[in-house]
């Protein structure tokens, strides 16, 4: 229940909060509720020792993601291990540093065993984009991506671009998001969408789907640091 055979490799890591206190999640994704078939691999309670209770084994494809995709992978369940944060909403409700820590050391286990890249450790919002806002502008990729685990920016860099005039164009916008991974419907609607998630993830102070100077600065010093050959080819200068 909640699960599958899995087809293929590992090759990303999805984070999630639970929108709903420890044991209506369990109810839910243990598979109580037949009619709604979801599963994770993993939860991480909120509890003052928060606890990994796993559910799913990592052999198996667990449905935590819905329609979802990245870079060139379709359909994450497949491609993925699903972690459960206990948090009501990680857009208002601080993530606690023993949470943070319990989640590091699991995500950083994972990783490991499935050399999982650090541009595919991801939130449900970046893989659904404009369908999802979990794990929250609250969620702390820096911290965690600072120990080791995802993608971040260099400071520096961010720094660099943010000094100098805006020389990408707007349409670069759009395919740097996508060369970094994000999957972006077409019009208008869609790039706003795109970069709200991007936003929602590296940029959290503020998200508006707005490319501002600083999120354009940001996504440049991204994909300079983790996806150099699309700034080649799309000739922007690093
Ligand atoms: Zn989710």
């Not at 685990?149 to 916008?173: F, H, M, N, S, T």
């Amino acid at each position: 229940m909640g699960s599958e055979p899995r087809k293929g490799k590992v090759s990303a890591l999805i984070l999630h909060y639970t929108a709903s206190p420890l044991p209506a999640a369990l109810d839910v994704l243990q598979g109580h509720k037949e009619a709604h078939r979801v599963g994770v691999h993993y939860i991480v309670t909120d509890e003052i020792r928060p606890r990994v209770i796993q559910l799913v084994p990592e052999s198996k494809s667990a449905f935590h993601a819905g329609k979802s995709g990245w870079s060139n992978l379709e359909g994450m369940n497949q491609h993925s291990i699903g972690i459960e944060i206990i948090n009501l909403d990680g857009n208002v409700h601080p993530y606690s540093a023993a949470q943070t820590e319990v989640l590091f050391t699991l995500c950083a286990d994972i990783i490991r065993r499935h050399q999982i890249n650090p541009t595919e450790v991801l939130g449900h919002s970046d893989i659904a984009v404009g369908r999802k806002v979990d794990p929250g502008i609250l969620f702390p990729w820096a911290k965690l991506a600072s120990l080791g685990v995802g993608a971040w920016p260099l400071r520096d860099e961010v720094a660099q671009y943010l000094q100098a005039p805006v020389k990408i164009k707007p349409d670069d916008v759009r395919k740097l998001l996508a060369a970094y991974g994000y999957r972006i419907e077409p019009g208008e609607a869609g790039l706003k969408s795109a970069i709200e998630a991007f936003q929602r993830h590296f940029r959290p102070t503020k998200v508006d789907g707005i490319a501002d100077h600083e999120t354009i600065a940001t996504i440049e010093a991204l994909v300079r640091r983790y996806r150099p050959q699309t700034l080649r080819a799309l000739k922007i200068k690093p």
